[in-house]
């Protein structure tokens, strides 16, 4: 069973609207939920983070919406850019093992 | 700046050999992580350290051992590879303790099995 599960797997959406990434998860014991990025032949870097305390996290364009109940959380990119075209990953990670559980990830093209 | 080194960046094995990837942190972290990513999915835990002398399995060990000989240097080692390990393989090392979060990632190591 998957542990973390992310949707849509690919998104595309025009320069300057707003791109919608959907995550979910299994275990009640994570406690900490980072957004990494991804380009081609590059290594996921961490873009933001949410920590369970806290139902919504802002840094500029991008804004993480977490609802605990229902084990939910979004990303939304405000303004998309075409440099915003990149794999986004949902992780969950467990502060007591540190294992990081990693979704499939979602695939955001951004038009010009 | 985090720093997480990886060689070799790509390589190139035969099935059954044995196969070496090293990751080295100049970051002082104590827990150090390998993933692999393969097309179309997220990055799976391989094995993961928490500090030198220290393994432990991750999601998908089998076929795989990991050694930790000081905090700065994590291996992966494959004994008997098979095509079915090629892959990317990612290290990366975090903080550790009740309030860690990121994990830094290095570059990544690309090896195909032939």
Not at chain 1, 14 to 38: H, K, M, R, V
Not at chain 1, 50 to 64: A, L
Not at chain 2, 20 to 41: A, E, I, K, P, V
Request: glycine content about 8%; overall charge neutral.
């Amino acid at each position: 069973q998957q542990q973390v599960r992310q949707s849509p797997q690919s998104l595309t959406v025009w320069e300057g609207e707003t791109a919608i990434l959907n995550c979910s998860y299994e275990d009640s014991t994570f406690d900490y939920f980072p957004w990494y990025w991804q380009f081609p032949r590059e290594s996921p870097a961490l873009l933001i983070a949410i920590r369970p305390v806290s139902n919504k996290k802002e840094d500029g364009r991008f804004t993480i919406f977490f609802n605990k109940r229902e084990k939910k959380l979004s990303l939304h990119i405000t303004d998309s850019q075409p440099g915003d075209s990149a794999t986004y990953f949902c992780a969950a990670l467990n502060t007591n093992t540190g294992k990081l559980t990693f979704g499939d990830g979602t695939v955001l093209t951004v038009k010009p | 700046e985090a720093a997480v080194t990886q060689s070799p960046r790509n390589k190139v094995a035969v099935t059954g050999g044995k196969v070496t990837l090293s990751c080295n942190q100049t970051n002082n972290h104590n827990n150090m992580y390998w993933y692999r990513q393969d097309t179309g999915h997220g990055l799976r835990l391989i094995h993961y350290s928490y500090g030198a002398g220290s393994t432990e399995k991750g999601d998908i060990p089998d076929g795989y051992k990991a050694s930790r000989p000081s905090q700065e240097n994590f291996s992966l080692i494959l004994e008997l590879a098979t095509p079915s390990q090629t892959s990317v393989y990612f290290c990366a090392s975090g903080t550790g303790g009740i309030n860690q979060d990121t994990q830094y990632f290095g570059p990544g190591t690309r090896l195909l099995v032939l």
